[in-house]
């Protein structure tokens, strides 16, 4: 089936489900059905579909802005001069720089339902907005730009997800309410996973109102089985380590051996003699004398654990002396039994939680670090990275296949691609990235972000060189390069209603680059480029066409 036969059909699915919901009427689905049938793209049959699916079950509606239709065909031309090879035979990662409309369009001929993971962290901001995307919050109509520019690519992402893979889109406070509702429409309410808030920065300006200190990470999937990997403790809290460290693992002292929140008993009210040093619960003898004379709360000082279990914590060397007081140590990979004087082994994982996002290392902060240490002023170049630790977080928890592949179109400074080549360099795995990112042009990227930043990040990162073999980055003193290859694309252009330069579709597009080997005739190559690449033009419109109909639809 061609792509625009599936989409169709997909679509027409999604159309009678809404009638047997009842939210459309059998007529009316019916017109939409015929409609879908004739129509000659998916753009088309997308925007057909469109008026079946404005007014949502959320009751969530937005006016669909329209993009300009092109009329040539967009096919993946390769950047040989920035793709690079680290010479083993595995399957390079890819860049691919342009529009991910037509990005999209293009990987739905090699990867329908092959992506195991996407993250996206659109637009949404006043600064480095996409062109159909400039969110100006003091005027409520365009947000339907942003939700206009990503309704029709979620829905080929949509496409391009695999049954067990999972969608995850970064969203901010204000528009996280409308993101919400565009995805439970595409990927239906019951792929929703979780909503979870992540650590932007620590702290905040002062300020009258409430300091702003997260954003949030929406997930949705399209199985109804995801089982998620337990979370590593944060192993940066076990600092500490004794001659036990081989079998306890490292410990943490967060909590000291007496309480004044316990109820009040005088068998937990007593002496403790450690290296020829007496101690007190809440560290005076004679407020202990006070309370043994009856002068107690009926929550008092007492020690947490009984007389015996000390004696046995002394000899186990379960406690340390800081500033007068006992702490007991947390081990990573052991603790006390309850009621028992023994040693227990213990997971050192721990379930996610929507709150397991806001610990530092997932904030914007330290997203800038990372980039300031790849590029001089990385920070300044592209605002906002997020940190590669949170992708790779993301994608660690949700899918344990080693040779996953990793779909960003929203790619930004490249942090997804950094992410995939770090979990890979850690555990040997094959996870393969692909990255669609605009060359939109800001102040500080003259040559357009996909040139200036996120191409020379890869190169950095994965081979501990610049395109000039330079190797002076900061990056380097705490890293050793990833690893990895990148092919690096752009989007080309064919008209294929006329000859271009001498050249049709056919001579132009290159199978090889969507994983297919040269055709040995023609016939196969045209059947080839009809059945895929239709799609990747959009309906023949002239300027004065599109005028009118934009005129049309104000
Ligand atoms: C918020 S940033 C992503 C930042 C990224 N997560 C990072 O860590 O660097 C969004 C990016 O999407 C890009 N973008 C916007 N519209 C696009 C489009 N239609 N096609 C491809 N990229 C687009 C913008 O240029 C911008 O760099």
Not at 242 to 261: H, I, M, P, W
Not at 291 to 319: C, P, Q
Request: hydrophobic share 35%.
């Amino acid at each position: 089936m061609s792509n625009l036969e599936t989409i169709r059909k997909d679509l027409i699915d999604a159309i009678n489900q809404r009638v047997d919901e009842k939210i459309l009427e059998r007529s009316n689905a019916d017109l939409l059905i015929k409609l879908i049938n004739q129509a000659e793209s998916i753009t088309e049959a997308i925007s057909i579909a469109e008026l079946g699916t404005t007014y949502k079950r959320t009751g969530f509606h937005f006016d669909v802005r329209l993009e300009k239709l092109g009329n040539t065909i967009k096919y993946f031309k390769k950047n040989d001069r920035l793709s690079f090879s680290d010479g083993s035979k595995d399957i390079p990662n890819k860049l691919i720089i342009g529009d991910n409309y037509d990005a999209l369009l293009n990987l739905l001929v090699e990867y329908k339902g092959k992506i195991d993971v996407i993250y996206i962290d659109p637009p949404y901001g006043k600064d480095s907005m996409g062109e159909f995307a400039e969110t100006n919050y003091d005027n409520a109509l365009t947000r339907d730009n942003l939700l206009s520019m990503l309704y029709p690519r979620l829905v080929l992402a949509r496409q391009l997800l695999s049954e067990t893979g999972v969608i995850f889109c970064s969203i901010d406070d204000r528009n996280q309410a409308y993101i919400k509702c565009l995805f439970d429409e595409i990927f239906g309410e019951n792929g929703f996973l979780f909503c979870a808030a992540r650590i932007t920065k620590k702290g905040g300006k002062s300020t009258q109102t409430i300091a702003k200190n997260n954003d949030y990470l929406l997930a949705y999937t399209l199985s109804s089985e995801i089982i998620f990997s337990q979370e590593e403790k944060t192993v940066d809290k076990y600092k500490y380590e004794d001659e036990f460290v081989s079998t306890r693992g490292k410990y943490a002292l967060s909590q000291t051996l007496d309480y004044n929140s316990l109820q009040y008993s005088k068998t937990m009210d007593y002496e403790i003699e450690i290296d020829g040093r007496k101690f007190y619960p809440g560290g005076s003898k004679k407020a202990q004398e006070q309370r043994w004379a009856g002068n107690h709360g009926k929550t008092d000082w007492v020690w947490r654990w009984s007389k015996s279990a000390v004696d046995w914590g002394i000899k186990e060397k379960m406690f340390v002396v800081k500033n007068d007081r006992i702490y007991t140590k947390s081990y990573l990979y052991c603790r006390k039994m309850n009621g028992k004087n023994e040693l227990e082994r213990i997971d050192p994982t721990k379930a996610y939680t929507s709150l397991s996002f806001i610990e530092n290392p997932y904030s914007n902060d330290n997203g800038k670090k990372e980039l300031d240490n790849i590029f001089y002023n990385g920070s300044v170049l592209f605002k906002n990275p997020k940190p590669s630790t949170l992708i790779s977080t993301l994608i660690k928890m949700v899918c344990r296949r080693e040779d996953a592949i990793i779909l960003d179109f929203f790619a930004g400074s490249g942090t997804t691609g950094q992410a995939v080549a770090e979990l890979n360099n850690d555990d040997l795995g094959k996870r393969r990235f692909i990255l669609c990112q605009a060359n939109e042009i800001t102040d500080t990227t003259p040559n357009g972000i996909a040139y200036d930043v996120t191409v020379k990040r890869l190169k950095r990162t994965m081979t501990g060189k610049c395109y000039d073999g330079t190797s002076d980055f900061k990056w380097l003193d705490k890293h050793t390069p990833l690893g990895g290859s990148l092919d690096v694309y752009e989007i080309g252009e064919v008209a294929n209603f006329e000859r271009n330069d001498g050249k049709t579709a056919f001579d132009v597009i290159d199978e090889t680059l969507y994983g297919k080997a040269k055709f040995t005739t023609l016939q196969e190559k045209i059947e080839w480029v009809c059945e895929n690449f239709g799609n990747t033009q959009m309906t023949l419109e002239s300027d004065a066409e599109w005028a009118k109909r934009l005129e049309e639809n104000k």
